[in-house]
């Protein structure tokens, strides 16, 4: 078999997917998303744009300590006074790179620099031979390359690799291009460039038209080697290409004779670190690592994948790093399914009693949502003990302003009542902290989503949570007319799952 290509992952998550409104991190919080993309096997991590403001400074500076094996790349425009201080920012990385850009298109020219093509074509050269002074490694990106004119990008990237470019980078800033398009003008840009085959081509795509990752593979067939990229595809607007659609693609479709060098496996776990951190829920429908990116409901597909999972399923959840079952019990279910689940419980039933219990599953799922494993233990003729678990007896918040948020919290367990006051920055945070001080399990809340069932204020609240405990995911669900009511139940149901 052809040795496949290697494509860079040039990791803009900490960057591009940083400039979204309200997904601001800390310094801690993005070295700890930092060290998640060194487990995923990146190659480059964009750090941050150190010009924008002092703590995106200190945390350039604080992920070059504590990274060792990517590149570390820091963002300037193509002006003096960012690329001294994007040099400044790298200085303890091991491997370093000055990243500088500025506008390709007439209408950035124009409008945005009310100036010519010549001066900054004249800017761009200046910019990548100042920045060569400080590292041997320096990117060129001619922003809103999707709707600039393609002989102009060729002399504008010819002059820049003359300067010492080593990596020129085509961005779709608008993400206006259309697959074949993009691929086209790549291909341009790569056949036309004199010095091209010196550096790596880039591609860089923005979702405003939902092709980002579509442009970017399009791109890299047409002969790019680096991806730009973020994790959930997070980033301005519509968000960026997203880096586990594109390792996917790139792994599941072999054929396309690219690959990159990411371990898929831990995949799932940046996705849920970012998610978190960001505050940024992942859509449940979201390619590869959405909440039903896996779950199988229909009986017929469940009927496939029990038979052979690639009946259904073009990649092993496994190699992403999801590990749990994606055979979900609905009214959709059908005998594979439940029998798939009834073993897992330990039950081996022949047909006769398999058609018998899935009568009673029947009737059962058409009244409940979602059929647990209580559910199906009290149809096998089990007695469950449905006072076991957790309960809330009690809650009691006090919030406003000026107060400091506190919330009484009465819970039964397994028929017995424990009660704890807990404080946090708002009322949920403050009984989910009480919850947690009874319950006394190690568990991250990852995702907390409330919706009004309708419009109006008098509504009830349903809220989801998601969180994680033993690298395992459990969902909770709760509705009540008080929001805080109902996230407190959503919490509980669960750790009942976990327990
Ligand atoms: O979208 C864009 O053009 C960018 C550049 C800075 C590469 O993010
Ligand atoms: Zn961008």
Redesign the pocket.
Known sequence: MAMKKRVFVFDTTLR?GEQVPGCQLNTVEKIEVAKSLELLGVDIIEAGFPISSPADFNSIVEISKAITEPIICS?SRAVKADIDCAADSLKFAKKKRIHT?ISASDIHIKHQFKSTREDILQRAVEAVRLAKRYAEDVEF?A??AGRADNDYLVRMFEAVIKAGATVI?I?D?TGYCLPEEFASKVRYVIENTKGVDRVVVSV?C?NDLGLATANAIAGLQAGARQVECTVNGIGERAGNTSLEETVMILRTRKDIGLDTKINTKQIYQASRLVSRLMRMPVQPNKAIVGKNAFAHSSGIHQHGVLNKRETYEIIDPADVGINSSGILLTARSGRSALRHHLERLGYQLDQDQLDEAYKKFLSLADKKKDVHDDDLLELMGQKIDRKRGIKLELLQVVCGSPVHPMAAVKLRINGKSYSSVGNGNGPVDAAFNAVNDIVKKKVLLEEFLVQAVTRGSDDIGKVHVQISYNDNTYYGYGSDSDIIVASVKAYIDALNKIL
């Open positions: 591009d963002l850009f990106s922003m809103d980078n961005p800033t860089h923005h």
